[in-house]
Nanobody, 129 residues
Framework: QVHLVESGGGFMQAGDSQRLSCAASGLTFSNYNMAWFRQAPGKEREFVAA????????VYADSVKGRFTISRDNAKNSMYLQMNSLKPDDTAVYYC??????????????????????WGQGTQVTVSS
């Protein structure tokens, strides 16, 4: 059974940095594209960033490009999101997601929620001004 567990959320000030982690179990991690999504109160869940199976390709939402960095460590079955220059608009529950794939995705696939079969429970990030 696949489990994804996020950690690292909390209360931050605008301008702070924070790293989120996603620990995966029950899967061959290196066979999965991974992503971070987030959902603010009253809003749809939105794409944040994604990384392919070997970590060689990354995709970012425009709203976080240049501030957030996604990475993974296949030896540790883990994925990370380094968040810098946090803004109040970054306040949301952050979810990690996994998608089993055997081929290289075109870029636009990564931001599609429906392509990810497995989701974590989320970790709350709150950024105050």
């Amino acid at each position: 059974q696949v489990h994804l567990v996020e950690s690292g959320g909390g209360f931050m000030q605008a301008g702070d940095s924070q790293r989120l982690s996603c620990a995966a179990s029950g899967l061959t991690f290196s066979n999965y594209n991974m992503a971070w999504f987030r959902q603010a109160p009253g809003k749809e869940r939105e794409f944040v960033a994604a990384i392919n199976r070997d970590g060689g390709s990354t995709v970012y939402a425009d709203s976080v490009k240049g501030r957030f960095t996604i990475s993974r460590d296949n030896a540790k079955n883990s994925m990370y999101l380094q968040m810098n220059s946090l803004k109040p608009d970054d306040t949301a529950v952050y979810y990690c997601a996994a998608a089993l794939t055997s081929y290289r995705w075109p870029t636009y696939y990564y931001s599609s929620r429906g392509r990810y079969a497995y989701w974590g429970q989320g970790t709350q990030v709150t950024v105050s001004s």
